[in-house]
C-alpha cells in the first residue's frame, strides 16, 4: 500500500500509466487510497445474470473432460446467485466427484451433486429399517407439499428439483425453487409474491396434516413456521403492505428507508396500543389466509401429492423436467392472486397468537 501512494503521489505526472485494482471488500480499505486523484473512480461488479454464468460455466469447463450431453445453461438456470469464484467452485468440486467414482468423465449428475454440496452441504447415509421407510415416506409428503403449492402460485419460482436424501445441515429433504434473476438483481418483491411465500412454506406441514392427521404432525416444519411469522411481520410492520396498519413502518423500518414513519422507541416514544395490536391481527390474517390457501391447494390435487410422494420414496430425487411432467398429466393450473383460499372454512384456523 505504501509503494502504490508513493506511486500516486501526484508530484510527478504519468499520464500513460493507469493503474486498476480489484476487492471484494471495499470496506476495509484505507481511505488514503480513495481520496480523489488516486482510486476515485470505483466500478461495480455485480454478480453474473443467466447469461453471464453461463459464458463462465464455458470458461472452466475448457480443459475438464465434461460428457458431451451436459447442459451449461441448465446449471446456469439452477445457480442464481453465484458469483464466477463459486461457479469455478462448482466444476472443481464435480471433477473430485467424478474422480471419487473412479470415472475419467465429468457428467451431469456430478456437477447436479456438486451444485447440491455447496447449496446445502453433503448428503446423509441413510439406513434401511422400517423407521427409515417411515420418515422417508413423511419428508416425502412435506416435500410434495411445499413442491406443489409453489407450482400453483402465480408468479413465483419455479421448482428446480425435489429430493428426500436428508443433508449434513440436518435438512431430512429439501424442494430447490430457482428464483428467477431479475428478483435478486432488483430485490424487489411484490406482496403477491410474499404472500406466495407465506403459502408454500406452509405446504409441507399441511401435507403431513392432510395425509397422517393433526396428532401426527412433526417438528419437521419448525424452519416453515419460523420462517411464516418473520415474513408475515415484516410485511405488515416494515414494508406497509397491510390496508389495516397502513404504510408506517413500526419495527426495523422508519428513517432513510420508503416509509418514514416513526420507530417503535424513536424519540422516546413508541406506537400505541391500538397499532400494536393491529399488527398482531394482520399478521395473524395472513398466516391463516396462508394456511387456507395451502390447504385448498393440496386438497384439490391429493391425486398429484400422493403420486409425487410415491416417486421420492422410489427414486428419493424428482427433477424439474419431471415435476413438469406430472403436472401436465394431472392438469394442474395456476391459481389467479386472491382467490384461492376465499372459500376456505374458517371455523377452525390455527396460529391463533402471533407475538410481536
Known amino acids: 500500500m505504501n509503494q502504490i501512494l508513493t506511486e500516486m503521489d501526484g508530484f510527478e505526472g504519468n499520464p500513460g500509466v493507469i493503474v486498476m485494482s480489484a476487492t471484494n471488500r471495499a470496506d476495509v480499505l484505507d481511505n488514503a487510497l480513495l481520496r480523489p486523484g488516486r482510486f476515485d473512480r470505483r466500478v461495480l461488479v455485480d454478480l453474473p445474470d443467466f447469461a453471464g454464468r453461463a459464458s463462465i460455466l464455458k470458461v472452466h469447463a475448457r480443459g475438464k473432460p465434461v460428457e458431451p450431453d451436459v447442459d ?132 409441507g406441514r399441511l401435507a403431513e396434516e392432510l395425509i397422517f392427521g393433526e396428532n401426527e404432525v412433526t417438528t419437521g416444519a419448525s424452519n416453515d413456521i419460523q420462517q411464516v411469522a418473520s415474513i408475515a411481520k415484516r410485511m405488515v410492520a416494515e414494508w406497509g403492505m397491510s390496508d389495516v396498519v397502513g404504510q408506517i413502518a413500526v419495527e426495523g423500518g422508519g428513517g432513510g428507508g420508503p416509509f418514514m414513519g416513526r420507530q417503535m422507541g424513536s424519540e422516546g416514544d413508541s406506537w400505541g396500543v391500538k397499532i400494536k395490536l393491529d399488527i398482531d391481527a394482520e399478521v395473524e390474517r395472513l398466516v391463516n389466509n396462508s394456511y387456507m390457501t395451502a390447504k385448498k391447494v393440496l386438497t384439490e390435487n391429493m391425486s398429484l401429492l400422493n403420486h409425487l410422494s410415491k416417486e421420492l420414496v422410489e427414486r428419493e430425487t424428482v427433477t424439474a423436467e419431471e415435476f413438469q411432467m406430472m403436472l401436465v398429466n394431472f392438469g394442474v393450473k395456476t391459481a389467479d392472486y386472491g382467490v384461492i383460499g376465499a372459500d376456505m372454512n374458517r371455523d377452525k384456523l390455527p396460529f391463533k397468537t402471533v407475538t410481536v
Open 72 to 203: 451449461l445453461e441448465a446449471i446456469a438456470r439452477r445457480t442464481p446467485g453465484f458469483s464466477g469464484a463459486s461457479l469455478q467452485n462448482l466444476m472443481n468440486e464435480a471433477a473430485i466427484f467424478a474422480a471419487r467414482k473412479q470415472k475419467s468423465t465429468i457428467g451431469w449428475t456430478e456437477i447436479d451433486s456438486a451444485v447440491d454440496r455447496i447449496m446445502v452441504g453433503l448428503e446423509k447415509k441413510s439406513g434401511t429399517s422400517e423407521q427409515s421407510d417411515q420418515r422417508k415416506e413423511l419428508v416425502a409428503f412435506h416435500e410434495a407439499g411445499h413442491a406443489i403449492v409453489g407450482a400453483v402460485m402465480p408468479d413465483y419460482d419455479q421448482v428446480q428439483k425435489i429430493t428426500i436424501i436428508p443433508r449434513s445441515n440436518g435438512a431430512g429433504g429439501l424442494t430447490f425453487f430457482a428464483p428467477a434473476d431479475s428478483r435478486l438483481e432488483s430485490g424487489l418483491y411484490s406482496k403477491q409474491y410474499m404472500e406466495s411465500q407465506l403459502a408454500v412454506a406452509l405446504g
